[in-house]
């Protein structure tokens, strides 16, 4: 989306030692035109920058409460710290980037965009994903991808028990370890085709130093689910 | 929901203002647990040879004093009693065993809500905002401190019913989740001694610690039986005389963040619980990994 420079340059300082969480976002929801917008003082507060709409740019700096970015739609969110539980759940496009790590749920449900975390995300992460792609440059805790439907989640390190239980569509890749994979969950051959996508992915959470070829893939084995081939185009 | 609080200090000056910065935490937490609050601080130990017991009374103005000098003409010697609220401590020149049995005989209208050498207990039904200010929580010092703000899900709420659970001499345990297998366990361990004051779920983890603490386990031991013995959902932070522990069920649907900077280690159900602590920005912090016990200042597994 193309931005004017002059807007794009000049940067909104929220204070939240000073202003409230709901006066920052009413502010975010409310701004038409895109900005930038340098949020301080953030104390592990919840719903930070949830429910944007409109392609701002946000940065916080420090740790973050529950569910930042929750709902983001446009925006590019980045946070310079830890984030709670449920950061970017049910986003449905935009960026969010975690420069330390995630609690659980990170990314659940997210429909679209691009989830980074450049630390761990604990439990569940990307947890009944619905066609986001989230990237994590640790490890994830269990019951990650629980159930996900469409898009991918991409971990440099290891993975905790029962990846992929119960999972529809979604691409998996692992780098590391699994400690072990979940209901309907198997690994599958990684093509040319998936190698792409996940170096692709690497380069856009500017992790292009990682190796794509280093990865293993895990995806449904379509037993759990009525999966029918000639319905494939309603996936 | 609850909420969890643990600070164990470092420092001297982070000792000096145990009870401000616990009051702190606990008022970031108090919207997960608007019922009730509680704390359990570990300060000025006992003399050896004598106890420390905390005490709390409903009555309007229960009279301490004549307690005290009861006490310190049954036993060799007990200091007079230092009134906090609707609480009272005292130091008895004797076993915490005997204290605690002559005051179940004598004093039954008492509720005992710790013993031991250094564990001093204060917990009230309202909200935690109002705790934190009645008990002047700023005022105490200590070496390590748990609190609790509780929406109560699995039984009454009451000062009795409230958190921390104190089940054994300078134990104590915290509890964010709910049990299912509580009823029977209180039955068992009832049958090996352990004794309770409520149909509480979490007074039942802390009476399971307490009864593998005296068959021999060290903490450490006791918590991973957790892991086998209770069903349900817990974040369980747990504190001795030495120090605290902190475990989460496999599951851990409940959440925990932990932190630790040169002066201090906390342990709270949220990360906002710990922004408020000097230094926190710069703290190490981490997620506790399910099913892992984390421990400070207690002896470690032989």
Redesign the interface.
């Known amino acids: 989306m193309a931005v004017p420079d002059a807007t794009r340059d000049a940067v909104v300082s929220v204070d939240l030692a000073s202003e409230s969480v709901r006066t920052l976002n009413q502010r975010l929801h409310d701004e038409p035109e895109p900005v930038r917008v340098r949020v301080t003082n953030p104390?592990?507060?919840?719903s930070i920058a949830a429910g944007i709409a409109v392609a701002h740019d946000v940065e916080i700096d420090?740790?973050v409460?529950?569910y930042c970015a929750g709902m983001n739609k446009l925006a590019s969110v980045r946070v310079r710290g830890?984030c709670?539980?449920g950061v970017a759940e049910n986003m449905m496009s935009g960026t969010v980037v975690v420069e330390?790590?995630a609690?659980?749920s990170a990314g659940a449900t997210a429909r679209g965009g691009l989830l980074v975390v450049h630390g761990d995300a604990?439990?569940r992460c990307a947890i009944s994903l619905k066609g986001a792609d989230v990237v994590v440059r640790g490890s994830v805790?269990?019951m990650s991808a629980f159930m996900a439907q469409r898009g991918s989640l991409v971990v440099c390190g290891n993975a905790g028990e029962a990846l992929g239980d119960s999972l529809y569509e979604a691409r998996l890749y692992v780098r590391g370890s699994v400690a072990g994979l979940g209901a309907d969950c198997i690994e599958k051959d990684m093509r040319e085709e998936h190698l792409e996508q996940l170096r692709e992915l690497l380069r856009r959470a500017d992790m292009g130093d990682v190796e794509a070829s280093e990865f293993r893939r895990y995806g449904s084995a379509r037993t759990l689910y009525n999966f029918h081939v000639e319905n494939l185009g309603s996936y | 929901m609850c909420g969890i609080a643990g600070l164990y200090t470092k420092s001297p000056a982070v000792q000096a203002r145990l009870g401000a910065h616990i009051a702190t935490m606990l008022e970031q937490l108090s919207f997960r647990g608007p019922d009730s609050a509680g704390v359990a601080f570990y300060r000025d130990p006992a003399p050896a040879g004598s106890c420390k017991i905390s005490l709390n009374s409903s009555a309007a103005e229960p009279d301490w004093t004549a307690v005290g000098a009861e006490l310190a003409d049954v036993f060799a010697d007990a200091s007079s009693p230092r009134v906090r609220a609707s609480h009272a401590t005292f130091v008895v020149d004797a076993e915490a065993e005997q204290v605690q049995a002559w005051l179940a005989e004598h004093h039954p209208e008492l509720r005992l809500m710790s013993a031991g050498s250094s564990i001093e207990i204060y917990k009230e039904a309202g909200p935690p905002e109002e705790f934190v200010r009645r008990f002047a929580l700023e005022e105490i010092d200590g070496s390590h401190a748990l609190g609790h703000t509780r929406m109560a899900t699995e039984s009454r709420v009451t000062t009795e019913h409230s958190h921390p659970f104190s089940t054994g001499l300078d134990l104590c345990l915290v509890h964010n989740g709910s049990l299912s297998n509580h009823n029977r366990l209180r039955r068992n361990l009832r049958r090996e001694g352990i004794r309770f004051q409520t149909d509480n779920d979490s007074e039942v983890a802390a009476g399971y610690l307490t009864w593998r603490l005296r068959e021999g386990a060290s903490l450490e031991q006791a918590l991973e039986g957790c892991l086998e013995d209770l069903d349900g959902f817990y974040t369980f932070a747990v504190g001795t005389a030495d120090g605290f522990a902190v475990l989460r069920d496999p599951i851990a649907c409940k959440p925990a963040v932990m932190a630790e900077t040169d002066e201090w280690v906390a342990i709270a159900s949220e990360y906002r619980a710990i922004a408020v602590l000097p230094g926190a920005r710069d703290a190490t912090t981490w997620e506790p990994e399910p099913g892992r016990v984390y421990s400070w200042g207690t002896t470690p597994v032989a």
């Not at chain 1, 104390?43 to 919840?46: E, L, N, P, T």
């Open positions: 104390a592990g507060k919840h420090g740790h409460g529950y830890n709670g539980v330390g790590s609690s659980q604990s439990a805790g269990h």
